[in-house]
């Protein structure tokens, strides 16, 4: 009886070790790299949440001399530090002993690369970088503004707030145009992956759509926005006051000869000329236009552009019929006189 009862319980104590050793089946060795997959994911996750969020254009950035930047080293905050770049473009970090090419680097290269440096004495380095104070990315706006200059900034702008940094336009002179140059980055580095790097590209806009909010693009670094002056036409001949007429608004023939005084009585009429010099040449080309049709009409009344020359001759009939009433005028009023 005894046997029977040691031989259950000796079965029982076989089975459950044999459950045990079931449920155990890692080894040592993964269990070991189960442990370093799990904490490198910690790492990742760590980095991750320390990381702060970009915008989609904050990959293409590359850091310029002068920048600040924020360089931390992950679990090493003795190494972790903010710091210039220098004139000629490097930075400086704790052990190691030379000079980091930090300009023209992302902020993702730098880090790399400096953890690439730490390697030696650190295991797995993870180093973040960050631009905190982009300095050498520089706006400027010329022109027809009350207060022309260059602008440093450390965020994205758009054209309307970078107007408002320089006064806004001149009322007495501004025009109806804002031209953008956008000349690409301004510290000098190339991007393989954009083609045609080394051109301008010019981008136009009307003010009032601006001011009014129609149109407010981002800028770039390195954009160069200038407010035109006012185009000019000019009125002259057989007008009562020869004028300059500012071109802010559209502008047609007869309010340009409206706003020079009107004609006098001996223009003609029928033959106002338009002088208007083609584009990207010397040579002008002649337009005549009769303003009785004009005022009939039958013509549209043309729109001047800039540098157009009106001209309004002089009737020689008139001139002469003129001449003559007013000699006889003249001639009658005589003989009273002396009577």
Same mark, same amino acid.
């Given at each position: 009886?005894?046997?029977?009862?040691?031989?259950?319980?000796?079965?029982?104590?076989?089975?459950?070790?044999?459950?045990?050793?079931?449920?155990?089946?890692?080894?040592?060795?993964?269990?070991?790299?189960?442990?370093?997959?799990?904490?490198?994911?910690?790492?990742?996750?760590?980095?991750?949440?320390?990381?702060?969020?970009?915008?989609?254009?904050?990959?293409?950035?590359?850091?310029?001399?002068?920048?600040?930047?924020?360089?931390?080293?992950?679990?090493?905050?003795?190494?972790?530090?903010?710091?210039?770049?220098?004139?000629?473009?490097?930075?400086?970090?704790?052990?190691?002993?030379?000079?980091?090419?930090?300009?023209?680097?992302?902020?993702?290269?730098?880090?790399?690369?400096?953890?690439?440096?730490?390697?030696?004495?650190?295991?797995?380095?993870?180093?973040?970088?960050?631009?905190?104070?982009?300095?050498?990315?520089?706006?400027?706006?010329?022109?027809?503004?009350?207060?022309?200059?260059?602008?440093? +900034?450390?965020?994205?702008?758009? #054209?309307?707030?970078?107007? %408002?940094? &320089? $006064? !806004?336009? @001149?009322? /007495?002179?501004?025009? *109806?145009?804002?031209?953008?140059?956008?000349?690409?980055?301004?510290?000098?580095?190339?991007?393989?992956?954009?083609?045609?790097?080394?051109?301008?590209?010019?981008?136009?806009?009307?003010?009032?759509?601006?001011?009014?909010?129609?149109?407010?693009?981002?800028?770039?670094?390195?954009?160069?926005?200038?407010?035109?002056?006012?185009?000019?036409?000019?009125?002259?001949?057989?007008?009562?006051?020869?004028?300059?007429?500012? +071109?802010?608004?559209?502008?047609? #023939?007869?309010?340009?000869? %409206?706003? &020079? $005084? !009107?004609? @006098?009585? /001996?223009?003609?009429? *029928?033959?106002?000329?338009?002088?208007?010099?083609?584009?990207?040449?010397?040579?002008?080309?002649?337009?005549?236009?009769?303003?009785?049709?004009?005022?009939?009409?039958?013509?549209?009344?043309?729109?001047?552009?800039?540098?157009?020359?009106?001209?309004?001759?002089?009737?020689?009939?008139?001139?002469?019929?003129?001449?003559?009433?007013?000699?006889?005028?003249?001639?009658?009023?005589?003989?009273?006189?002396?009577?």
């Amino acid at each position: 009886m005894k046997a029977i009862n040691f031989l259950a319980v000796f079965c029982f104590v076989l089975a459950s070790g044999l459950s045990v050793i079931g449920q155990t089946t890692e080894t040592p060795k993964q269990v070991e790299k189960i442990s370093t997959e799990a904490h490198k994911t910690e790492i990742a996750e760590t980095m991750d949440n320390q990381t702060p969020a970009k915008n989609p254009t904050s990959e293409k950035y590359r850091i310029g001399f002068q920048d600040t930047l924020e360089v931390q080293v992950f679990r090493h905050p003795e190494l972790s530090l903010v710091v210039n770049v220098s004139p000629d473009g490097t930075i400086l970090m704790p052990k190691i002993n030379q000079p980091i090419i930090a300009v023209c680097k992302t902020e993702r290269e730098l880090g790399a690369f400096v953890g690439a440096l730490y390697k030696s004495y650190l295991r797995n380095p993870f180093v973040s970088v960050r631009a905190i104070e982009q300095r050498s990315q520089p706006f400027a706006v010329i022109g027809a503004v009350e207060k022309p200059g260059s602008f440093y +900034l450390n965020r994205k702008i758009r #054209l309307l707030e970078l107007l %408002a940094f &320089a $006064g !806004g336009p @001149k009322t /007495e002179k501004s025009g *109806s145009k804002i031209q953008v140059a956008r000349v690409g980055n301004p510290a000098g580095c190339t991007d393989n992956s954009e083609s045609d790097n080394d051109k301008v590209v010019f981008l136009g806009y009307k003010i009032n759509d601006v001011m009014n909010g129609k149109e407010n693009p981002w800028m770039e670094p390195g954009d160069i926005v200038s407010v035109l002056e006012a185009e000019e036409a000019y009125v002259v001949g057989d007008v009562k006051e020869p004028a300059r007429i500012s +071109l802010k608004e559209t502008v047609t #023939l007869t309010q340009a000869i %409206a706003a &020079a $005084g !009107g004609i @006098k009585s /001996e223009a003609k009429t *029928s033959r106002v000329r338009i002088q208007r010099q083609e584009a990207n040449s010397p040579l002008r080309t002649e337009m005549v236009f009769d303003l009785k049709d004009i005022s009939a009409k039958k013509i549209p009344d043309p729109v001047l552009q800039a540098n157009d020359i009106v001209e309004v001759p002089k009737d020689g009939l008139k001139a002469v019929r003129n001449g003559i009433i007013k000699a006889l005028s003249g001639g009658v009023g005589g003989i009273f006189t002396r009577f």
